[in-house]
Nanobody, 128 residues
Framework: QVQLVESGGGLVSTGVSLRLSCAASGMPFSSYSMGWFRQAPGKEREFVAAISWIGSTTYDGDSVKGRFTISRDNAKNTVYLQMNSLEPEDTAVYYC?????????????????????WGQGTQVTVSS
């Protein structure tokens, strides 16, 4: 049974950094690509970043380019999201997700429908 557990969220002030973690179990972690999405109240789930199963290719959503970085440690079955220069607009529940198919290109990972399993989410709140 695939389980994804996010952690690292919290309440922070504008301009600070946070690192989210997502620990995976019940699956061959190094065989699957991983993604981060977020959802603010009243809004649709938004693509944040994705990383290929090898870790050599990453994709970033337009709203976080240059501020957020996704990475993975296959030895620890964990994917990370380093978030710098946080803004109130980044306030949302952040979810990690697994994409089982092997595919190349942002078109493979930019939609929630590209993913097969989801974590329960972690809240990030950025105060102004």
């Amino acid at each position: 049974q695939v389980q994804l557990v996010e952690s690292g969220g919290g309440l922070v002030s504008t301009g600070v950094s946070l690192r989210l973690s997502c620990a995976a179990s019940g699956m061959p972690f190094s065989s699957y690509s991983m993604g981060w999405f977020r959802q603010a109240p009243g809004k649709e789930r938004e693509f944040v970043a994705a990383i290929s199963w090898i870790g050599s290719t990453t994709y970033d959503g337009d709203s976080v380019k240059g501020r957020f970085t996704i990475s993975r440690d296959n030895a620890k079955n964990t994917v990370y999201l380093q978030m710098n220069s946080l803004e109130p607009e980044d306030t949302a529940v952040y979810y990690c997700a697994v994409a089982r198919r092997h595919c190349v290109g942002l078109g493979c990972y930019g939609s929630a429908s590209d993913y097969d399993y989801w974590g329960q989410g972690t809240q990030v709140t950025v105060s102004s």
